[in-house]
Structure formats: C-alpha cells, structure tokens
C-alpha cells in the first residue's frame, strides 16, 4: 500500500516507566517498594479500563447508528422495489443513500457513510485506512468468521486531528444480486451504466462481502485508546 503506520500503544507506555527496583538494600525496602509498584500498575490497569470504558461507549453509538441507516436503506429498497420495482429502486439509492447518510450523520454526531473496495458511487471510495479494514474483513472471512459478525474500531491521528473509527461489514444477500449480482436485468444495467458510468459494484455473490458502515468521530483526545498516526497518500 506504500503507506507507513505508526502504532503507538498508550496503555503499555503509561506502564513502561514503572519498573520493579533492580536491587532492593533490605527485605523491608523490597516489600515496600513491592507495594508501591503493585498500587502502580494497579492504577494503570484501572486507567486502562477506564478508557476502554469509554471506547465501549462510544463504539455502541457507532453500532446503534450502523443499525439506523441500515433499517432506513433497507426500507426505502424495499418499498421502492414493491412499488416500482428494480427501476425505480435504482433511481431511489441513487437519491436516496446519501442523503439518509447525512440525516444519521446529523442526528448522531457520528459522520456516517457506505464505502467498498468495488464501489458504484466514487462518492463511496475507501481511504487508504477503510482499504486496510476491508481487506481484513476479507481475510477474516476467508479464514471462516461469519460476514455479519465482522466489525472493527481504531483510534487514528490525521493532520493533528485525533478521532475513532468504526467499520461494520455488509454481507451480500439474494436481494442484492438484482444490481450488485452477476446477471443484472438489462433494463437495470442501463440505468446502471448512465447513473454510474464507472461502475465496479457488480458480479457480487451472496455470501461475498458487498462492502461497509464506515463511521468517524473526532475526540477531545481525553479518552484515548490505540493510537495510529496516518500518513495521508
Ligand atoms: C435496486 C438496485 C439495488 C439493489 C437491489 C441494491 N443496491 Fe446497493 N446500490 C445501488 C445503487 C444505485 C448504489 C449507489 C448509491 C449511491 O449513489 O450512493 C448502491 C450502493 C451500495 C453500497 C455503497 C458502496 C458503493 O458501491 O457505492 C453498498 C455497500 C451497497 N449498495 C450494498 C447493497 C446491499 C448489501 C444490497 C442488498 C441488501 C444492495 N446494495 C441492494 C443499487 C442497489
């Protein structure tokens, strides 16, 4: 990917310069300094868990925001295609999936969007660290994880700005294959072609992993787990 990443674990630092004393002068300074170092790595495990405390929290949000644009796509999908059919459910992910996007988007704080490594909207293109996630989507699934399962969250540090990602995998369904499968009704794959003329999101499997939720939010850099510094491409 000729990209250079940076991890940076904050929990081990804060523990790091806490070290057991290398050569105790009597058994009473040994103890006491035995007590010190225990009440110490005792506070940083509590510090530690505090954090991942609040990183719990917040990827909850990002989970129950995941489940609101999905059960409001799912929803337009559906009715658009009993009323009009593929057609017409075309032309209402075309109108549509961005704008519920930027609706949950604004009522959670959480910027919100689709993305895939074969994506039909360019407005969908992964950045180099949804890239990464992807493909370890991909190969956690090749090593036998179930695609409805697979989620991952990082904190991440670009240009200055700290924020916590979330990615959640969209598995590929029967319903799907009608735009996204490998025979696409030739009446679909026209309006297909015109709205996307550079489309990749065909030839897609049930099973096959269609894409993901791909969330953000910025910190006050308070509650701060793993740390990864981005060198944008
Ligand atoms: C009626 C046709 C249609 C069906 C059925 C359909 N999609 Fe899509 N899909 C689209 C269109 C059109 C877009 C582009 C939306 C946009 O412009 O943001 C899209 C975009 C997406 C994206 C965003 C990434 C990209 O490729 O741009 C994902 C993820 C996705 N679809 C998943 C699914 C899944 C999962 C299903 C089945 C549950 C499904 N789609 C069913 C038409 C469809």
């Not at 039909?120 to 090593?143: C, I, Q, S, T």
Request: glycine share 10%; aromatic share 6%; proline share 5%.
């Amino acid at each position: 990917m000729g990209r250079t990443t940076e991890r940076v674990d904050y929990d081990e630092q804060a523990l790091e310069p806490i070290k057991p004393p290398m050569q105790a002068s009597s058994s009473t300074d040994e103890d006491s300094m035995q007590r010190v170092f225990a009440t110490l790595v005792a506070i940083g495990v509590a510090l530690g868990a505090a954090r991942a405390g609040a990183e719990d929290a917040q990827v909850a949000e990002a989970r129950q925001a995941v489940q609101t644009l999905a059960s409001q796509l799912k929803e337009a999908l559906g009715s658009a295609l009993q009323q009009g059919g593929v057609d017409e459910a075309i032309r209402v992910c075309q109108r549509e999936a961005q704008g519920l996007a930027a609706k949950v988007s604004a009522a959670t704080g959480w910027e919100v969007a689709r993305t895939s490594t074969r994506y039909r909207n360019p407005a969908n293109a992964p950045d180099p660290w949804e890239r990464r996630v992807l493909a370890g989507f991909e190969a956690r699934r090749a090593a036998g994880e179930a695609p409805e399962t697979l989620e991952f969250s990082e904190w991440v540090e670009t240009g200055g700005t700290r924020m916590l990602r979330y990615m959640k995998a969209i598995p590929t369904g029967q319903v799907c294959l009608g735009c996204h499968g490998t025979t696409i009704a030739p009446k679909a794959a026209a309006a297909l072609r015109e709205a996307y003329p550079e489309d990749r999101a065909t030839g897609f499997s049930a099973g096959e992993l269609r894409g993901a939720f791909t969330l953000k939010k910025g910190s006050s850099g308070e509650c701060r787990g793993r740390l990864v510094n981005e060198v944008e491409p």
